[in-house]
């Protein structure tokens, strides 16, 4: 386990607001079609080189619904795996989380990793949990601890 879980886990989540936003939209154009009714205008047949006249059809382009749905219904299913995927990577991330020895940096990374704060917000959250520190955080002073956390992490024995 090393830090490519965390980076990982935020990957995995903006993949599945991605995915929640693509059916969505999907789902709002099969509600459209189903109440858009289409039409056209045929000709019924000819007798030599004179058509019999014409005839306006009307209807709901089922052949476009029922492949839409079916194309939903992957994606539905594609998102319930992602979602079981990402619970295990995030049991992952809090244990990872809970080996750094430094309680300040597990709070900062569990702020800005698992709960998916901004650097401002993490600096904010990080003010709020301890008021009587004397240099308060900042979004520069987060944003360099982590990068720095990361810059002296070793690599776990079993990955070198």
Do not use: W
Not at 123 to 152: C, G, S, W
């Amino acid at each position: 386990m090393d830090k490519n879980v965390l980076i990982e886990y935020a990957d995995m989540k903006m993949e599945i607001k991605d995915l929640r936003r693509r059916i969505e939209d999907k789902q709002n154009r099969i509600d459209k079609l189903h109440t858009t009714v289409m039409s056209d205008t045929v000709t019924m047949g000819k007798k030599g080189r004179k058509s019999l006249g014409t005839v306006k059809v009307t209807g709901i382009p089922d052949g476009i619904i029922t492949r839409m749905e079916t194309a939903l219904e992957k994606n539905q299913k594609l998102l319930e795996l992602r979602e079981v995927e990402l619970l295990e990577l995030q049991n992952d991330v809090e244990e990872y989380i809970e080996t750094i020895p430094k309680s300040e940096m597990r709070t900062m990374l569990r702020l800005y990793f698992v709960d998916d704060m901004t650097y401002t917000r993490t600096a904010a959250h990080m003010n709020y949990l301890r008021p009587t520190r004397r240099v308060k955080y900042t979004d520069e002073n987060v944003k360099k601890k982590i990068q720095r956390f990361f810059e002296n992490v070793p690599q776990c024995p079993e990955e070198r």
